[in-house]
């Protein structure tokens, strides 16, 4: 089983950013990982239900994350997959060639991050927490909030690629996932309560492009959007160079 657990950004101004995402989502503080220092990165961690989004911004040179801005600018960088069992996938994955790029095994966490170039779109990681409810890199105070707040949901996350039916096999490949069609996308792999939908790329790059989020107060997110200056549609805000989409919880 895999779900989503954690989405990340990277992006220019963290504080900035921080700020206009904490107004957006009516979030509470972040926590700060003082752990990505080893990738030469600063970030953000706020609490989304039992979820969490992450905004980073390199600090240093060289770094993956600054050639991602260089590149393609802000935008959907990584996504942390929670499996419930992690030497299967391990196993997988490497019996595919699958490279990682940086492995961690703690008492109360266990993660892989798997090479962009092999697997394609993004850096994907795959984390199993000890207990499956805790979430080191959230922080040792985050809590689920009460009420509509603590069941939002990060339910679906959308990859572009010049030719997302090859991607989305490869993906179902590394993940261990079936593919479905729908409406939305060209190809479809179901997750534990969410999705991950594979698009046409409209710029010929492949990436993150997008985020569906449950959300308790959903004309508020959208006024919110409006009154920081984020593009807002009907249903959807154009924030940190993602199409965020919103429905109620």
């Not at 492009?209 to 004309?219: H, K, N, Q, Y």
Request: hydrophobic share 45%; glycine share 10%; with cysteine.
């Amino acid at each position: 089983m895999l779900r989503i657990r954690q989405i990340v950004f990277v992006v220019r101004d963290l504080a900035a950013s921080s700020a206009r995402l904490s107004a957006l989502l009516d979030l509470d503080a972040p926590y700060r990982d003082p752990g990505v220092a080893e990738f030469g990165l600063d970030n953000a961690v706020f609490a989304f239900g039992d979820q969490f989004v992450e905004l980073i911004s390199p600090v240093r040179a060289g770094t993956a994350a600054g050639r991602h801005l260089e590149r393609r600018g802000e935008g959907g960088y990584m996504l942390i997959l929670q499996t419930d069992d992690f030497d299967r996938d391990r196993e997988r994955v490497r019996a595919l060639g699958v490279r990682t790029v940086w492995e961690k095994e703690l008492p109360d966490i266990r993660a892989m991050h798997l090479h962009p170039k092999d697997i394609g779109g993004a850096i994907v990681s795959i984390d199993q927490p000890v207990p499956a409810a805790s979430w080191r890199w959230g922080g040792p105070d985050w809590k689920v909030a009460g009420g509509a707040r603590g069941r939002q949901r990060v339910v679906g996350v959308t990859l572009e690629s010049p030719d997302p039916s090859a991607m989305a096999m490869r993906w179902s490949q590394v993940l261990g996932l079936d593919r479905a069609r729908t409406e939305e996308s060209e190809a479809a792999l179901p997750l534990h309560e969410g999705r991950l939908d594979f698009v046409p790329s409209r710029s010929g790059a492949e990436g993150i492009c997008g985020f569906e989020l449950a959300v308790a107060d959903r004309e508020g997110v959208l006024g919110a959007a409006r009154a920081q200056r984020f593009a807002a549609s009907t249903g959807a805000v154009e924030a940190f160079g993602a199409r965020i989409e919103l429905r109620a919880v």
